[in-house]
C-alpha cells in the first residue's frame, strides 16, 4: 500500500488548496479514505472522510462548509478541496486508509495559511 499526498504550500487566510493523494497497492474503489492533519504540538486529528463508493462524507466541525473531500475511483485518487482557509488550519495533512486490519499513511504535505 502506498499513499502519496501533493497539493500543499504556503497561503494567505481566506484563500483555497487542492490537496491529493495517489494510493496504489490494494483495491482503492473498496475501501474507506480519510484525511487527517497534525499540526505542531498537537495530536494528530480526523478532517474529513468518505465512503468507499463517493456517497457518504463526513467532516470535523471546524471545516465544515469550509473543506470538501471526494474521490475518483478510476484514478484510485481522493482530494480534498480547502476554501477560505484560517491560520489554524495550518498543519501537516496525511492521508489514510485501513487495509486488512492495518492504518496506512502518506508521507503527508504541509499546508501554511499566513499573511
Known amino acids: 500500500v502506498q499513499l502519496v499526498e501533493s497539493g500543499g504550500g504556503l497561503v494567505q487566510p481566506g484563500g483555497s488548496l487542492r490537496l491529493s493523494c495517489a494510493a496504489s497497492?490494494?483495491?482503492?474503489?473498496?475501501?474507506?479514505m480519510s484525511w487527517y492533519r497534525q499540526a505542531p504540538g498537537k495530536e494528530r486529528e480526523l478532517v474529513a472522510g468518505?465512503?468507499?463508493?463517493?456517497?457518504?462524507?463526513n467532516y470535523k466541525d471546524s471545516v465544515k462548509g469550509r473543506f470538501t473531500i471526494s474521490r475518483d475511483n478510476a484514478a484510485s485518487t481522493v482530494y480534498l478541496q480547502m476554501n477560505s482557509l484560517k491560520p489554524e488550519d495550518t498543519a501537516v495533512y496525511y492521508c489514510?486508509?485501513?487495509?486488512?486490519?492495518?492504518?496506512?499513511w502518506g508521507q503527508g504535505t504541509q499546508v501554511t495559511v499566513s499573511s
Open positions: 468518505i465512503s468507499s463508493a463517493g456517497s457518504s462524507t
Open positions: 497497492g490494494f483495491t482503492f474503489s473498496s475501501y474507506y
Open positions: 489514510n486508509t485501513r487495509w486488512r486490519g492495518k492504518y496506512y
